[in-house]
């Protein structure tokens, strides 16, 4: 596998049940397939492709433990389209309140 | 053992040394973290993140628990109030698997505590770093304003 196209990405996020899986993770991340399957009325093997679908777009990334394989969301591609097409495109006003968030959470970060 | 609960994967198109020296190199983490990361980086040393050069107080403070170049880097990570508490150690793994003409780097960050400011942070910091490690190594330029 090589570098994840833009193109991959939005592809795996225009789809309902996928976005609903990764907000699953993000309110309980490390999920096994069957955790992510109890949330959602679809067989096993739809959660399961699905879930290929988002790891191919590195949305999600899978950490073996033991026997289980965890599902973990990826947040540096959704961090990529913040970055490229929204924070570019927010107005003065929001980029100005934006900046003095920062600024005033700056100490601790990082 | 607990779950990790923060994973983050970037691809980068580099070679696992050089993304190895990013990661430990004082002048490169300057560059894309925007702050300063010091150790001799052997197993068993101490290792520090300052943010305001290589002459400031540590932000963040840790142990090396395995040097592996250019494969594996592990860390323990505290706040410094927390540096004679182990229990409240974190730790990050960093895996670099090269894939033809790209690496993917895994960061694990593990034994953190729910709803804890370390866990806040990093929440927001890591995206931010590795994209803008990503944006060095493939283009010579880090990403601005970062912090």
Same mark, same amino acid.
């Given at each position: 596998m090589s570098a994840v196209d833009e193109n991959d990405v939005f592809k795996a996020l225009a789809d309902h049940t996928r976005r609903r899986l990764l907000d699953q993770l993000h309110a309980?991340? @490390?999920?096994t397939l069957g955790e992510l399957c109890k @949330?959602?009325?679809?067989?096993r093997q739809a959660v399961s492709q699905h879930l290929t679908r988002l790891e191919a777009a590195n949305l999600v990334a899978t950490l073996r433990q033991g026997r289980e394989k965890l599902h973990y969301l990826n947040p540096v591609p959704i961090h990529e389209i913040h970055e490229r097409w929204i924070e570019k495109f927010e107005d003065q006003h929001q980029r100005a309140l934006h900046d003095l968030r920062k600024r005033a959470e700056g100490g601790r970060r990082g | 053992m607990d779950r990790p609960a923060f994973v983050c994967v970037t691809y980068i198109s580099t070679t696992p040394e050089k993304l190895w020296h990013a990661l430990i190199d004082a002048k490169m983490t300057t560059q894309y973290w925007q702050h300063v990361n010091v150790s $001799?980086?052997?197993?068993g040393s101490k290792w520090e993140h300052r943010? $305001?050069? !290589?002459a400031g107080e540590p932000a963040l403070v840790g142990k090396v628990i395995e040097s592996s170049p250019p494969r594996r880097l592990v860390l323990t990570r505290a706040f410094p109030a927390d !540096?004679?508490? !182990? $229990?409240?150690h974190t730790r990050v793994t960093f895996e670099m698997e090269p894939l033809g003409d790209v690496v993917r780097l895994t960061v694990t960050h593990d034994r953190l505590e729910a709803g804890s400011e370390m866990l806040e942070g990093i929440t927001e910091g890591w995206p931010k770093v590795l994209s803008s490690l990503k944006s060095l190594l493939e283009t010579g330029r880090p990403l601005p304003e970062l912090w």
């Amino acid at each position: 596998m090589s570098a994840v196209d833009e193109n991959d990405v939005f592809k795996a996020l225009a789809d309902h049940t996928r976005r609903r899986l990764l907000d699953q993770l993000h309110a309980n991340n @490390g999920q096994t397939l069957g955790e992510l399957c109890k @949330g959602l009325d679809m067989t096993r093997q739809a959660v399961s492709q699905h879930l290929t679908r988002l790891e191919a777009a590195n949305l999600v990334a899978t950490l073996r433990q033991g026997r289980e394989k965890l599902h973990y969301l990826n947040p540096v591609p959704i961090h990529e389209i913040h970055e490229r097409w929204i924070e570019k495109f927010e107005d003065q006003h929001q980029r100005a309140l934006h900046d003095l968030r920062k600024r005033a959470e700056g100490g601790r970060r990082g | 053992m607990d779950r990790p609960a923060f994973v983050c994967v970037t691809y980068i198109s580099t070679t696992p040394e050089k993304l190895w020296h990013a990661l430990i190199d004082a002048k490169m983490t300057t560059q894309y973290w925007q702050h300063v990361n010091v150790s $001799d980086w052997r197993p068993g040393s101490k290792w520090e993140h300052r943010r $305001d050069g !290589e002459a400031g107080e540590p932000a963040l403070v840790g142990k090396v628990i395995e040097s592996s170049p250019p494969r594996r880097l592990v860390l323990t990570r505290a706040f410094p109030a927390d !540096e004679a508490r !182990e $229990d409240k150690h974190t730790r990050v793994t960093f895996e670099m698997e090269p894939l033809g003409d790209v690496v993917r780097l895994t960061v694990t960050h593990d034994r953190l505590e729910a709803g804890s400011e370390m866990l806040e942070g990093i929440t927001e910091g890591w995206p931010k770093v590795l994209s803008s490690l990503k944006s060095l190594l493939e283009t010579g330029r880090p990403l601005p304003e970062l912090w």
